[in-house]
């Protein structure tokens, strides 16, 4: 009771409307990469077709040391996000516990602003670098995952289980990077919700301005155009 006492007091009509976008465009341009219009594929659906091909290529290669390198040069940059990741949630939890700086913050950076709102507002970009935490951990070991499934690989690609095994390796990649991905919109739209600090028609602006520069790079991008591209 106390807490809802609190966001009725603290929150008006147009807080809650800009909590709503801010939701609801995180969760759809997340849907938008991953499941897009058949007419208008993105960069994360035609990844998924070079990862296949990637899989395919290993079975014939020699030698496959460069495939090994290349699982364990993603993660290690999925390492780094982790690490990023962990830093953020620590430095958002000291912030939201630590009533003197918010009270600074009220008085610098925004209009009015009360302490128990800004812990809200913070518990919200926490809560999403929380889950982008999550996405990260779990792309790493699958990628790990990744590793052994290749190394399983036989090296005669006209093995029987050589592509069937090939396969199952594409999927597993695809589904690491779709969780990594995943993680990564989630950080973008922690960023975005700082904006809620300063007041919620800032948090519109920002999520209008995030949304734009999501969709514009999986759907009007020049690396998409290079994607697209037919070899002769």
Same mark, same amino acid.
């Given at each position: 009771?106390?807490?809802? $006492?609190?966001? !009725?007091?603290?929150?008006?009509?147009?807080?809650? #409307?800009?909590?709503?976008?801010?939701?609801?465009?995180?969760?759809?341009?997340?849907?938008?990469?991953?499941?897009?219009?058949?007419?208008?594929?993105?960069?994360?659906?035609?990844?998924?077709?070079?990862?296949?091909?990637?899989?395919? !290529? %290993?079975?014939?290669? !020699?030698?496959?040391? /460069?495939?090994?390198? @290349?699982?364990?040069?993603?993660? *290690?940059?999925?390492?780094?996000?982790?690490?990023?990741?962990?830093?953020?949630?620590?430095?958002?939890?000291?912030?939201?516990?630590?009533?003197?700086?918010?009270?600074?913050?009220? &008085?610098?950076?925004?209009?009015?602003?009360?302490?128990?709102?800004?812990?809200?507002?913070?518990?919200?970009?926490? #809560?999403?670098?929380?889950?982008?935490? @999550?996405? %990260?951990?779990?792309?790493?070991?699958? %990628?790990?995952?990744? #590793?052994?499934?290749?190394?399983?690989?036989?090296?005669?690609?006209?093995?029987?289980?050589?592509?069937?095994?090939?396969?199952? =390796?594409?999927?597993?990649?695809?589904? $690491?990077?779709?969780? %990594?991905?995943?993680?990564?919109?989630?950080?973008? /739209?922690?960023?975005?919700? @700082? #904006?809620?600090?300063?007041?919620?028609? =800032?948090?519109?602006? +920002?999520?209008?301005?995030?949304?734009?520069?999501?969709?514009? &790079?999986?759907?009007?991008?020049?690396? &998409? +155009?290079?994607?697209? *591209?037919? @070899?002769?």
């Amino acid at each position: 009771m106390n807490l809802l $006492a609190t966001l !009725e007091a603290t929150f008006t009509g147009f807080d809650t #409307a800009a909590l709503l976008l801010f939701i609801l465009a995180w969760l759809i341009t997340g849907l938008l990469a991953e499941y897009p219009p058949r007419w208008r594929p993105s960069v994360s659906h035609l990844m998924k077709d070079y990862r296949r091909r990637w899989m395919v !290529e %290993f079975l014939t290669r !020699e030698p496959r040391i /460069f495939d090994i390198s @290349l699982i364990d040069s993603l993660r *290690q940059g999925t390492a780094f996000f982790v690490s990023g990741s962990m830093i953020a949630i620590g430095g958002g939890v000291a912030m939201i516990g630590n009533v003197t700086t918010l009270q600074g913050l009220a &008085r610098d950076l925004t209009l009015g602003a009360e302490v128990a709102q800004l812990r809200i507002k913070l518990i919200v970009v926490v #809560a999403l670098m929380a889950n982008a935490l @999550l996405k %990260f951990v779990w792309s790493h070991r699958l %990628f790990g995952y990744c #590793a052994i499934m290749m190394a399983a690989i036989p090296n005669d690609y006209t093995h029987p289980m050589a592509r069937p095994r090939a396969d199952q =390796t594409a999927e597993i990649i695809i589904t $690491a990077a779709r969780s %990594f991905n995943r993680g990564l919109n989630s950080i973008y /739209f922690a960023l975005c919700g @700082l #904006a809620w600090l300063i007041g919620p028609k =800032t948090l519109i602006y +920002a999520v209008i301005l995030t949304s734009a520069v999501l969709i514009r &790079r999986e759907f009007a991008s020049h690396s &998409r +155009a290079v994607m697209l *591209q037919k @070899l002769e």
